[in-house]
Antibody
Framework: EVQLVESGGGLVQPGGSLRLSCAAS????????MHWVRQAPGKGLVWVSR????????SFADSVKGRFTISRDNAKNTLYLQMNSLRAEDTAVYYC????????????WGQGTLVTVSS | DIQMTQSPSSLSASVGDRVTITCRAS??????LNWYQQKPGQAPKLLIY???GLQSGVPSRFSGSGSGTDFTLTISSLQPEDFATYYC?????????FGQGTKVEIK
């Protein structure tokens, strides 16, 4: 069974940092591009970042570029999102999701982890 | 960035109704368009990929169509479990984007 389990969310002050993790199981992790998508409370889905199968290629939404980094450890089947210089507008549930190479769609999602940026 | 605009933002419908949701892209995305369903407190679920492909396990009352800039998600006969929010998403450009969502509510 495919599973994606996010962790690392919590309350952080503006300007602070947080690292999210996404533990994958039930599939060949290294064969999939991985993405982060977020959803502010009561709002819609917003794509955040993606990383290629081997980690050599990454992309970021303009709203997080320069503040967030994405990485993966294929030996540990784990995806990461390092979030620095956090702002109130980064408050959201963060989902990890997988994409089969060249498919262009998210076929499995985690259940999300809530990040709250507040003083 | 490619902007995705859904209409309507919300709708009220009855069980058995035919429901159509539209998604328009700010430029041609060929058929790099997917549809997701999200229920409160849950992660999104893939319904339609590549504009018209039905994801495995999704009921056949869901269908998608369109190409270029205009796309449609149709639910042929609305069921109680279909009341949810629906999102379109493009994967044509490097930076992927979602529509703002369409909430389908019970009339």
């Amino acid at each position: 069974e495919v599973q994606l389990v996010e962790s690392g969310g919590g309350l952080v002050q503006p300007g602070g940092s947080l690292r999210l993790s996404c533990a994958a199981s039930g599939f060949t992790f290294s064969s999939y591009w991985m993405h982060w998508v977020r959803q502010a409370p009561g709002k819609g889905l917003v794509w955040v970042s993606r990383i290629s199968t081997d980690g050599s290629s990454t992309s970021f939404a303009d709203s997080v570029k320069g503040r967030f980094t994405i990485s993966r450890d294929n030996a540990k089947n784990t995806l990461y999102l390092q979030m620095n210089s956090l702002r109130a507008e980064d408050t959201a549930v963060y989902y990890c999701a997988r994409v089969l190479v060249s498919s262009g769609y998210f076929d499995y999602w985690g259940q999300g982890t809530l990040v709250t940026v507040s003083s | 960035d490619i902007q995705m605009t859904q209409s309507p933002s919300s709708l009220s419908a009855s069980v058995g109704d035919r429901v159509t949701i539209t998604c328009r892209a700010s430029q041609s995305i060929i058929t790099y368009l997917n549809w997701y369903q999200q229920k409160p407190g849950q992660a999104p679920k893939l319904l339609i990929y590549a504009a018209s492909g039905l994801q495995s396990g999704v009921p056949s009352r869901f269908s998608g169509s369109g190409s270029g800039t205009d796309f449609t998600l149709t639910i042929s006969s609305l069921q109680p479990e279909d009341f949810a929010t629906y999102y379109c998403q493009q994967s044509y450009s490097t930076l992927w984007t979602f529509g703002q969502g369409t909430k389908v509510e019970i009339k």
